[in-house]
């Protein structure tokens, strides 16, 4: 596709639920990252994969974060039991995984809120 | 850990001025990458520009252009010619060569670019 597309734009959540956050990379990208975003914050690093393994997970702050990219191209970042500190812009990104210090390209970001 | 400070909170600048934003980080690192990503209202990040650690040279985009100075782990952003569309929260970031190459970032500045 022509950039990195996120759903769904805003999703609202009661405490306690789970929820799928969707991200569609640039075509043809091997790598994907996952940030959230909080209020009057930047960005904070969740996690990474190339292909379909997450390569680096060290940013996802509990167990009930989960995310998977089964087939190479689209992710899936799962919450569970929801928690009102949990509401934030969820941000994905993306890069082609051929070099290094390659430019991320951001999606929209989802806006998660807890209540 | 690396680490990223961004010290102005706030900043304003009149249509046409030169506005300079202030980036400092922290890093045993040697071979890294630095970028300035703007994200105007639509939460979206936009790439403005990119730094390349083992390059002396200040990097430059259009109007965009960086201070780099790797003794002092100084990274600041100019940008001349101010336009409205460049009102927007700007973030500096960091992110060191190989692994993840996850990208860590400040807590952003926010520019007014007034009329």
């Known amino acids: 596709g022509a950039g990195v597309s996120q759903t769904p734009s805003n999703k609202v959540t009661e405490k306690g639920k789970y929820v799928e956050l969707r991200c569609d990379p640039i075509?043809?990208?091997?790598?994907l990252y996952w940030y959230r975003q909080s209020l009057g914050q930047g960005p904070e690093f969740l996690i990474y994969?190339?292909?379909?393994?997450?390569?680096?997970d060290s940013g996802l702050p509990n167990d009930r974060f989960f995310a998977v990219r089964p087939e190479g191209s689209v992710s899936t970042l799962k919450i569970q039991r929801t928690e009102r500190g949990d509401s934030a812009v969820y941000l994905c990104?993306?890069?082609?995984?051929?070099?290094?210090?390659?430019?991320?390209?951001f999606g929209p970001g989802t806006r998660l809120l807890v209540l | 850990a690396q680490t990223v400070t961004q010290s102005q909170p706030e900043m304003s600048v009149q249509e046409a001025e030169t506005v300079t934003l202030s980036c400092t980080y922290d890093t045993s690192e040697n071979n890294y990458y630095l970028f300035w990503y703007k994200q105007p209202p639509s939460r979206q990040m936009i790439l403005v520009i990119r730094q390349e650690a083992y390059k002396q040279q200040n990097a430059t985009e259009n109007r965009f252009s960086v201070n780099f100075q790797k003794a002092a782990k100084s990274f600041s952003l100019k940008i001349s010619d101010s336009q409205l569309g460049d009102t927007a929260m700007y973030f500096c970031?960091?992110?060191?060569?190989?692994?993840?190459?996850?990208?860590?970032f400040g807590k952003g500045t926010k520019l007014t670019v007034n009329p």
């Open positions: 075509s043809g990208h091997t790598a």
């Open positions: 970031a960091f992110s060191k060569e190989g692994g993840s190459e996850k990208l860590v």
């Open positions: 990104a993306s890069s082609s995984g051929r070099g290094v210090g390659e430019t991320q390209y």
């Open positions: 994969f190339q292909g379909t393994g997450a390569a680096d």
